[in-house]
T-cell receptor, first 116, second 113 residues
Framework: GAGVSQSPRYKVTKRGQDVALRCDPI?????LYWYRQALGQGPEFLTY????????KSGLPNDRFSAERPEGSISTLTIQRTEQRDSAMYRC??????????????FGSGTQLSVL | GQQVMQIPQYQHVQEGEDFTTYCNSS?????IQWYKQRPGGHPVFLIQ?????EVKKQKRLTFQFGEAKKNSSLHITATQTTDVGTYFC?????????????FGQGTTLQVKP
């Protein structure tokens, strides 16, 4: 596709349910990042992949959060047993790591998660 | 861990006035990037600085990277209402395909016409 695609755009769930957020990066992009952004704050790093390898997951808040990118393209961020404090905008970004665009991040529109 | 701090958090200016936001890292960075996020939108890349002391200009925007590669600034000359938004710096320690990009808290710019 032309840009980074995230789905769903909005997700409302009840506390205790599991959710899976999907990111489809720009075709051919090597790096894929997950960030969480609270209202009025900067994107908070969660984890990132190069190809299918998870390079750094130090930003994942706890073991309820996990991410995968099994074929080096689409990625899924899963939150188990959701809590109200997980409510936020979850943003995905991808980067080519080559050519003129280098390490520039292209962001998707995000998934707004609300945990009731 | 690595932290990137930005000041001020908010800035209100009259159209035509200048604006500056500052970014400081607790560690030396391999590069720094700047993004702009319009209200309701997502961050959009503006520029990347790599070299110590580097200065880059984009029309009315001037970006600087400090000599020690720990700080950066974005200066907008003669602001316009189209400049409204939140400006984020993002620092990286690794180079190439290593290292994560850490964002500052952002500076939100409001411009009064």
């Amino acid at each position: 596709g032309a840009g980074v695609s995230q789905s769903p755009r909005y997700k409302v769930t009840k506390r205790g349910q599991d959710v899976a957020l999907r990111c489809d990066p720009i075709s051919g992009h090597v790096s894929l990042y997950w960030y969480r952004q609270a209202l009025g704050q900067g994107p908070e790093f969660l984890t990132y992949f190069n190809y299918e390898a998870q390079q750094d997951k130090s930003g994942l808040p706890n073991d309820r959060f996990s991410a995968e990118r099994p074929e080096g393209s689409i990625s899924t961020l899963t939150i188990q047993r959701t809590e109200q404090r997980d409510s936020a905008m979850y943003r995905c970004a991808s980067s080519s790591l080559s050519g003129a665009e280098g390490e520039k991040l292209f962001f998707g529109s995000g998934t707004q998660l609300s945990v009731l | 861990g690595q932290q990137v701090m930005q000041i001020p958090q908010y800035q209100h200016v009259q159209e035509g006035e200048d604006f500056t936001t500052y970014c400081n890292s607790s560690t030396t960075l391999s590069n720094i990037q700047w993004y702009k996020q319009r209200p309701g939108g997502h961050p959009v890349f503006l520029i990347q600085l790599v070299k110590s002391g580097e200065v880059k200009k984009q029309k009315r925007l001037t970006f600087q990277f400090g000599e020690a590669k720990k700080n950066s600034s974005l200066h907008i000359t003669a602001t316009q209402t189209t400049d409204v938004g939140t400006y984020f710096c993002a620092g990286k320690r690794g180079s190439g395909n290593t290292g994560k990009l850490i964002f500052g808290q952002g500076t939100t710019l409001q411009v009064k016409p």
